[in-house]
């Protein structure tokens, strides 16, 4: 099986890249953030069509989540780690495989701004959630193997950045953030890009300003992390950022014995 997590920047902007990409890669799960619809705008009929599950988490404007699988899914759970909060940035369901099953939460986690803001204040208050949120999740899941994937907003270490100096200390390198992203792993999870690629600095999110993409200059924080299984291959499509169009972000994608 495998599993690809792609922030999209619109959905329906970027539909026609989307499709293209589903028809030549052929996904068993897509997980999709930044939707930037509400649930009944998002495009479902061209991927019902390809022979996909859709379940959605939208919202106006901003934020929102899918997942698009080729497996069926069930028991999906939308509103969390903050129930009641407005904004769609979690959903959840478990993935009938062909000879297992497995649990699949998709993220978009908060940026955070500039340090010295509310939205950076929030997205710690909203990481503590998280990691309470995914503790309890995955022990009424316990008999079932997890993936949590998504856009974390997060660059795990220096080496998931392309000038550790320049962005030492800030927005989504800060020790603070690092500090809840490990707290993730010790739930008993693995970062399954750097467990199949130790050394390798490539990233996934290049800047539309200033040419950044073809620069090379980019951050990883889009993630794999996985619980009961090990990861056979994880890519990060640059092919799919380079396209005219393209998200911001590349699609990721683990593979993973089903």
């Known amino acids: 099986m495998n599993i690809t997590t792609w922030n999209v920047n619109s959905i ?4 026609e890249r989307v499709l293209e990409w589903v028809d030549t890669h052929e996904p068993d799960v897509l997980c999709l953030q930044e939707l ?14 390809r022979g996909y599950q859709v379940s959605t988490y939208g919202q106006k404007a901003y934020n929102g989540v899918a997942i698009v699988s080729r497996v069926p899914h069930i028991d999906v759970v939308r509103d969390f780690p ?14 009938l ?11 978009y986690v908060v940026n955070g701004g500039e ?13 503590d959630a998280l990691v309470d949120w995914v503790a309890a999740h995955k022990s009424a899941h316990a008999d079932v193997p997890m993936v949590v994937c998504g856009d974390f907003n997060i660059a795990p270490a220096d080496l998931d950045v392309y000038d550790p100096k320049r962005w030492a200390g800030q ?5 603070a953030e690092r500090a809840r992203w490990q707290r993730l792993l010790d739930l008993g999870f693995v ?8 050394n390798e600095r490539t ?10 993409f073809d620069r090379n200059e980019g951050l990883r924080i889009d993630h794999h992390l996985l619980s009961g299984m090990q990861p056979l291959e994880a890519v990060i499509d640059h092919d799919a950022r380079a396209r005219a169009e393209s998200s911001d972000h590349a699609p990721v994608t683990v593979f993973v014995a089903d």
């Not at 927005?171 to 020790?175: G, R």
């Open 97 to 107: 495989g062909r000879t297992r099953k497995v649990r699949v939460v998709n993220l």
């Open 171 to 175: 927005v989504l390198c800060t020790d």
């Open 203 to 212: 990233f996934s999110w290049f800047d539309y300003r200033g040419g950044g």
């Open 115 to 127: 340090l010295d803001s509310d939205k950076y204040a929030y997205k710690l208050q909203w990481l």
């Open 36 to 49: 930037k619809c509400q649930d009944g705008e998002f495009p479902i009929e061209p991927f019902v069509e």
């Open 191 to 198: 970062d399954s890009w750097r467990q199949l690629h130790a």
């Open 82 to 95: 903050i129930p009641g909060d407005g904004q769609a940035r979690g959903i959840a369901a478990t993935l």
């Open 12 to 15: 329906r902007r970027r539909l």
